[in-house]
């Protein structure tokens, strides 16, 4: 790589990445990777497609089986991780769900499950690695996934307005504090992209139409198309970027 872009590298660097085994964070696990990253996934669920690509890049992944729902699974997270890489660097805080439903019926059971995961275990995860970060003196990376609903209220689903909007703020909360031992704490925030996350809303003649017709770039975004951001966040390159979310989002916030 010539000098002048090697500090857009991860090589020797190690990812830890929630949600890797769907999506948009498959995405940035096999990026990653192709960057020089080792990365461990963390899912409910086997990522084996996740290791197949990154394996066939010639790549190093680990998987962690847990449930991001419960705080409790922090401390083997943090185990599993060590014994298999001395130290990670950079943490992406990608898993989230999202639940659709009138503000007038969610129940609060509906509204803890989203809440518990996309923003407390964004939190609790990001202070887990933040301690280590601060006793090694090392710095660290940490890049949560954040949002067009951080900046817009949406329609039927305000716990995932809630959280989503709770991550931007704990974006720059985070990066106030922890700024002055080189820990990066940014956001990306997704604009309409072609997930799972959005897949009752692409079935959804009338509402795809509408988004679709609202993206200046004309298309749903893919996840190839946060890789970039998700890269650079996580480089020697954003050293000085600081509590900002930055939005890939096919120009959907400057209309
Ligand atoms: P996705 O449904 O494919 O991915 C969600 C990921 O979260 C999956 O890997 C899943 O295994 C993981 N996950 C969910 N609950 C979990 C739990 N209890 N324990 C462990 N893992 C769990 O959808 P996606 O679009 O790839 O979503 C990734 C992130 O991007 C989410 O935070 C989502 O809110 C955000 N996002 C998506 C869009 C979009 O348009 N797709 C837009 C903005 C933000």
């Given at each position: 790589m010539p000098q002048n872009l090697s500090m857009f590298s991860l090589e020797g660097k190690t990812a830890l990445v929630t949600g890797a085994n769907t999506g948009l964070?498959?995405?940035?696990?096999?990026?990653?990777?192709?960057?020089?990253?080792n990365v461990i996934g963390v899912a409910r669920r086997s990522c084996q497609e996740t290791a197949e690509k990154i394996v066939s890049l010639g790549g190093n992944f680990t998987e962690i089986i847990a449930d991001l729902s419960d705080i409790n699974a922090i401390?083997?997270?943090?185990?599993?991780a060590e014994s298999a890489y001395s130290r990670v660097d950079i943490l992406v805080n990608n898993a989230?769900?999202?639940?659709?439903?009138?503000?007038?019926?969610?129940?609060m059971e509906d509204w803890d499950s989203v809440i518990n995961i996309?923003?407390?275990?964004?939190?609790?995860?990001?202070?887990?690695?933040?301690?280590?970060?601060?006793a090694d003196s090392k710095g660290g990376k940490i890049i949560n996934?954040?949002?067009?609903?951080?900046?817009?209220?949406?329609?039927?689903?305000?716990?995932?307005?809630?959280?989503?909007s709770a991550v931007m703020g704990l974006t720059r909360a985070l990066a106030n504090e922890w700024a002055k031992y080189n820990i990066n704490v940014n956001a990306i925030a997704p604009g309409y992209m072609a997930t799972n996350?959005?897949?009752?809303?692409?079935?959804?003649?009338?509402?795809?139409?509408?988004?679709?017709?609202?993206?200046?770039?004309?298309?749903?975004g893919t996840p190839e198309d946060i890789t970039g951001a998700a890269i650079f966040l996580a480089s020697d390159a954003a050293a000085y970027i600081h509590g900002f979310t930055?939005?890939?989002?096919?120009?959907?916030?400057?209309?």
């Open positions: 964070g498959q995405g940035i696990c096999t990026a990653y990777a192709a960057a020089g990253a401390p083997l997270i943090l185990q599993k989230g769900i999202i639940k659709r439903c009138d503000a007038a019926d969610v129940s996309n923003e407390k275990m964004v939190f609790f995860l990001s202070q887990a690695f933040a301690k280590n970060w601060i996934i954040a949002s067009m609903l951080s900046y817009q209220g949406g329609i039927r689903v305000p716990s995932y307005t809630a959280s989503k996350n959005t897949q009752n809303l692409r079935s959804d003649e009338q509402r795809s139409e509408e988004i679709l017709d609202r993206i200046p770039a004309g298309r749903w930055l939005a890939v989002d096919g120009g959907w916030l400057a209309r």
